[in-house]
């Protein structure tokens, strides 16, 4: 079984409406992270979490929220999608302190937003 | 603040033949290095990872990488690719300025491996 797994894997969804991203981990990792891919730009961090108590903004955070429900589970809400948010995400975790640095990441959820 | 430079969004090259792809950062602080790859349809998985010691890392898949701090570089490479190298490549660079690890990834080189 993978060690980091998405749901939905494709979502396609109507401008306005709310939807959440689910993301999945069972390497006892506690950073998990969320990132938006999109043609040429690479990956763009959206959230990131330390911790089930510590949340903090990436650099394009703006439409986006999220929720640590437990070590295992990092979930991305989009509150009113836009087309703009049409994009790959994935999700990552990783370990904590020096020589942990490795990501690990999910198959990526693909959504369009019309 | 730290950045990650690929330059070339494409590269294609003929089987069997040696390969480049190029990564050029910049940073404050001492940093970490990676190189992650992406098959089609796939999410990341991590190539090799500079974290300190001998500047020759070496990969899986027959890839490695060389630490330049002078030039700043972490260039990629492989003597001889094969069709299943076709992927995309992302260079990333983590520091922990400020007391946080930070990662910041490159845009990507795609390769595109030519029978």
């Known amino acids: 079984d993978a060690d980091v797994t998405q749901t939905p894997r494709n979502r396609i969804t109507k401008t306005g409406k709310r939807i959440m991203l689910e993301c999945s981990q069972t390497?006892?990792?506690?950073?998990m992270y969320w990132y938006r891919q999109d043609p040429g730009l690479g990956l763009r961090l959206i959230y990131y979490?330390?911790?089930?108590?510590?949340?903090n903004k990436g650099e394009i955070s703006d439409g986006y929220s999220v929720s640590r429900q437990a070590q295992a589970k990092f979930s991305l809400s989009l509150e009113s999608a836009i087309p703009n948010q049409t994009a790959l995400y994935f999700c990552?975790?990783?370990?904590?302190?020096?020589?942990?640095?490795?990501?690990?990441f999910g198959p990526g959820t693909r959504l369009l937003v019309l | 603040a730290q950045s990650v430079t690929q330059l070339d969004s494409q590269v294609p090259v003929f089987e069997e033949a040696p390969v480049e792809l190029r990564c050029n950062y910049s940073?404050?602080?001492?940093?970490?290095l990676f190189w992650y790859v992406q098959y089609p349809n796939q999410g990341l998985q991590l190539l090799l990872k500079?974290?300190?010691?001998?500047?020759l890392v070496k990969g899986i898949n027959g890839f490695e990488a060389e630490f330049n701090k002078s030039q700043t570089s972490f260039h990629l490479r492989k003597p001889s690719v094969h069709i299943s190298d076709t992927a995309e490549y992302f260079c990333?660079?983590?520091?922990?300025?400020?007391?946080?690890?930070?990662?910041?990834f490159g845009t990507g080189t795609k390769l595109q491996v030519i029978p």
């Open positions: 990552a975790t990783s370990g904590a302190g020096v020589g942990q640095e490795t990501q690990y």
């Open positions: 390497k006892g990792h506690d950073r």
């Open positions: 979490s330390f911790d089930v108590k510590d949340i």
């Open positions: 940073s404050s602080v001492s940093v970490y």
């Open positions: 500079y974290l300190s010691g001998s500047t």
């Open positions: 990333a660079v983590s520091d922990y300025s400020g007391g946080y690890q930070k990662v910041t």
